[in-house]
């Protein structure tokens, strides 16, 4: 929802020559905020058409309809797959790839194995008929044509963007589950993660809970999060009973969004674990809220967030214990790492990633 938000922003010029033809789900249209203009069509997509399987018929039919009779030249798809017949109707097109976990960690992915099954089909199908490719990073790209050799000439890195506006270093008081923690008065470690099990929460937990045994007055630990899996939810659930400090371990479902830049801006550490991320948004958000991180060493985090966070292993619960400790301990330190978060997102903004991803399809276009 962020990247279609905020590329949409971009794309859609209403004082252009160009025709812009947008398709979306009717309960998206609000969050979109598209404007209304004689170039702008919009066409809304029923409800029935949500669940995948119908949404992966609906585009391989009725959308191919769409286009055709429109005669639309480019068709920009940000979510992974596309209509495989467009190849033979001289169509171009311009696929996104916002995941590499399907290929590089394929156990990792929750949910019914046929329809992933599916979902895997069309994708690699998309990327390998797709003119163009973007992907958020050059470790996204390096990860992907690693798996398909034969799409590197067509595949482009442009860097995804960052709200300076929104995430901004903020005060005020929020109180949290029941006044079990007050985001002003509390002192705590922050992590925003959906609990999908290469996000390594239970050893991010469990790193947690041995620096509390180090340290007994440490700050509380808050984790913001959504239930992507159900059994590993149970499984993060289950290891937070049976720590020692399970009363300052603060687990939060899908909090008010609103709320996010200024529970960044109280926390002491920024703490993300995962270990196969094409971009990571909430290390950069943090940065722009004042807060020192730590994060995964893993996939694309490093390229990322160069010298502006400390890393760990997200696999070793010791290791992410002496990185807290490291950094949480050292004042000298954290004000650098502050200092240099804000230096680092100066690098990443949606205008930037609008107009390359605009150019791209132009190019597409003429090619």
């Given at each position: 929802l962020t990247y279609n938000t905020n590329i949409l922003k971009g794309l859609l010029d209403e004082n252009d020559n160009n025709e812009y033809y947008v398709f979306?789900?009717?309960?998206?249209?609000?969050?979109?905020?598209?404007?209304?203009?004689?170039?702008?069509?919009?066409?809304t997509i029923s409800e029935k058409y949500s669940r995948m399987i119908p949404r992966y018929i609906w585009m391989q039919t009725i959308l191919l309809i769409y286009i055709l009779r429109r005669k639309i030249d480019v068709l920009f798809?940000?979510?992974?797959?596309?209509?495989?017949?467009?190849k033979f109707f001289n169509i171009?097109?311009?696929?996104?790839?916002?995941?590499?976990?399907?290929?590089?960690?394929?156990?990792?992915?929750p949910g019914n194995k046929l329809k992933?099954?599916?979902?895997?089909?069309?994708?690699?199908?998309?990327?390998?008929?797709?003119?163009?490719?973007?992907?958020?990073?050059?470790?996204?790209?390096?990860e992907l044509t690693r798996i398909f050799p034969t799409i590197i000439d067509k595949t482009i890195d442009i860097y995804l963007g960052l709200d300076k506006n929104r995430f901004i270093k903020k005060k005020g008081s929020v109180e949290l589950l029941n006044n079990k923690i007050d985001i002003n008065k509390d002192k705590y470690f922050l992590s925003i993660s959906g609990a999908w099990r290469y996000h390594c929460l239970k050893e991010?937990?469990?790193?947690?809970?041995?620096?509390?045994?180090e340290y007994k007055k440490g700050p509380k630990f808050l984790l913001i999060t959504k239930n992507t899996d159900q059994q590993y939810f149970n499984e993060l659930n289950e290891v937070i009973t049976t720590r020692n400090f399970s009363e300052d371990i603060i687990l939060i479902?899908?909090?008010?969004?609103?709320?996010?830049?200024?529970?960044?801006?109280?926390a002491d550490l920024y703490i993300f674990s995962s270990y196969c991320e094409v971009f990571g948004f909430t290390n950069l958000e943090a940065m722009s809220c004042?807060?020192?991180?730590?994060t995964s060493n893993k996939s694309a985090m490093p390229e990322?967030?160069?010298?502006?966070?400390?890393?760990?292993?997200?696999?070793?619960?010791?290791?992410?214990?002496?990185?807290?400790?490291?950094?949480?301990?050292?004042?000298?330190?954290?004000?650098?790492?502050i200092m240099r978060g804000y230096k680092r997102i100066s690098k990443y903004s949606w205008q930037n990633t609008c107009a390359q991803t605009k150019f791209q399809i132009l190019r597409s276009h003429n090619n």
């Open positions: 979306t789900n009717e309960e998206l249209i609000g969050s979109y905020a598209i404007p209304i203009s004689n170039n702008i069509h919009l066409t798809s940000p979510m992974n797959i596309m209509p495989i017949l467009l171009r097109s311009v696929l996104v790839i916002h995941s590499n976990l399907p290929w590089l960690y394929p156990k990792d992915v992933l099954l599916i979902q895997k089909l069309f994708t690699n199908l998309s990327i390998k008929i797709s003119d163009k490719i973007i992907v958020d990073s050059k470790t996204a790209k390096k991010l937990i469990i790193a947690y809970d041995n620096f509390r045994h479902e899908d909090i008010d969004s609103d709320l996010i830049p200024l529970i960044y801006s109280n004042g807060v020192p991180v730590l990322i967030c160069g010298e502006a966070a400390l890393y760990f292993n997200p696999n070793e619960p010791a290791d992410i214990t002496n990185k807290i400790v490291n950094l949480y301990l050292n004042k000298k330190l954290r004000s650098k790492m």
